[in-house]
């Protein structure tokens, strides 16, 4: 076959040389210039570099035809980060590659779209409504109490979302915003879980369900995010139940999933958003780290053949959990020091921290920040008090840079 990879990871979140067998295929890779640092350069057919992380479907497109005027028609593309799979769906429907096309990928990337769907199945979701206008939001805000959530119809990583504690705000807020690109939902409290896995032939292959510790969109303003597995099995049952229904009502029936969902403070399941793909930050390292599971190989797998058969776990029965500490308020700034505490804290078996002399320029996101902790033990009660122990003896010293 011939393929191409779109690659922008420049760490080993994906194992290409192991997932893609470079002597039976031709494999290109169109990357970025970190992720050009990730990939097995040595066995590639082809390497194209883009001029920027901040590509469009169109610079990929023209790569494309570079691969076939070489070596002829495309089999497959791949593509991993959430960033590029409407790109990738793009490519393949403009070029008829089989794959997930751009028709499919609307009801994983449009928040409207995919409430619309899950509410209409009977699921139970954030009442919403698309803010085309101003008197739409007015209209909504009016039938609802505040808080509100405003969020990108499509977007990631919660970029762009607001929580508007009020009318004032919500007035202050649309001065600011392009509200053509936006809905507006219901605010529901409870406990933010998400659910990662692996759908394959229409059934769920694995899955793992975990609680956050505070949230992508409180992260997003410098505050520590951090997750631990569920080990009641009752409530992950009811947890599997309710993903099985909404891949079945959006059509995920290959491939890697990431739902998050809320645990309404009335033990309601309430459904927030399905990504098609692998979590971010340490879900996967923690998923191989542990069981011997690899989810992003399972999902270049499924795009290469439509097939794979998740090997049994190991008999490891720890409960893992993560926590990402973002990068320092204060920035462009230096790092001077930062003492490990992998010996120090229970449970705690990985840490990333950066190196005296890295510096911050506020582009961190999930990888470059100031510390990355994984962890394993007896129960989700024994790792969430080991998070929270590391997040109080947690410390970066850094100094000031000239802006």
């Known amino acids: 076959m011939i ?15 192991d997932y893609i067998d470079h002597v039976a295929h031709r494999v290109f890779y169109i990357v970025t210039e970190a992720g050009k640092r990730a990939i ?22 023209a790569y494309c035809g570079e691969v076939i005027e070489q070596a002829g028609r495309i089999d497959r593309i791949i593509a991993l980060s959430e960033y590029d ?6 490519l393949r429907s403009t070029l008829g590659v089989s794959g997930v096309s751009a028709e499919q990928t609307v009801l994983f990337t449009d928040k409207v779209a995919m409430k619309g769907a899950v509410t209409a199945a009977g699921l139970r979701a954030p009442r919403y409504q698309e803010c085309g206008a101003i008197t739409d939001i007015a209209g909504f805000a009016a039938q609802q109490s505040y808080p509100l959530i405003l969020k990108p119809i499509i977007g990631a990583a919660s970029r762009g979302v607001h ?6 705000a ?9 509200i053509s690109d936006y809905q507006c939902e ?13 759908a394959s032939c229409g059934e769920i292959g694995y899955l793992v369900a975990s ?43 290959e491939g890697a999933f990431h ?8 033990d309601e399941l309430v459904f927030l958003e399905l990504n098609a793909r692998v979590g971010g930050a340490e879900i996967t390292f923690l998923m191989r780290d542990l069981f011997g599971i690899d989810l992003v190989g399972a999902w270049v797998q499924l795009q290469l053949s439509g097939e794979y058969r998740i090997p049994a776990a190991n008999t490891c029965t720890d409960v893992g959990g993560w926590l990402l500490v973002p990068e320092p308020a204060d920035i462009p700034c230096e790092v001077v020091a930062c003492a490990s505490l992998k010996d120090v804290i229970p449970c705690l078996y990985k840490e990333i921290l950066p190196a005296p002399g890295h510096r911050f320029y506020g582009d961190g996101g999930y990888e470059n920040i100031s510390g990355r902790f994984r962890f394993h033990g007896p129960s989700s009660a024994a790792v969430e008090q080991a998070i929270y122990e590391v997040l109080a003896a947690f410390r970066l010293d850094v100094r000031a840079l000239a802006h």
């Open 85 to 90: 799979l409407p790109k990738a769906a793009f």
């Open 3 to 17: 393929i191409v990879v779109i690659n922008r990871w420049d760490d080993d979140f994906a194992l290409y040389r």
């Open 163 to 168: 929580a508007v504690l009020s009318r004032t």
């Open 186 to 198: 219901e605010y529901i409290a409870g406990t933010v879980l998400h659910v990662d896995g692996i």
């Open 170 to 178: 919500l007035v202050q807020l649309l001065h600011s915003i392009d």
């Open 40 to 61: 097995p350069l040595d066995l590639a057919a082809g390497v194209f570099e883009l001029p920027s992380s901040s590509y469009t479907p169109d610079e990929l497109l």
């Open 259 to 266: 739902l998050e969902l809320i645990l309404s403070e009335t």
């Open 211 to 253: 609680r956050y510790i505070n949230n992508c969109l409180a992260y997003n303003s410098g505050v520590p995010l951090g997750s631990v597995f569920i080990d009641e099995d009752a409530l992950t049952a009811r947890i599997r139940s309710f993903t099985q229904r909404v891949l079945t009502t959006l059509g995920l029936t």
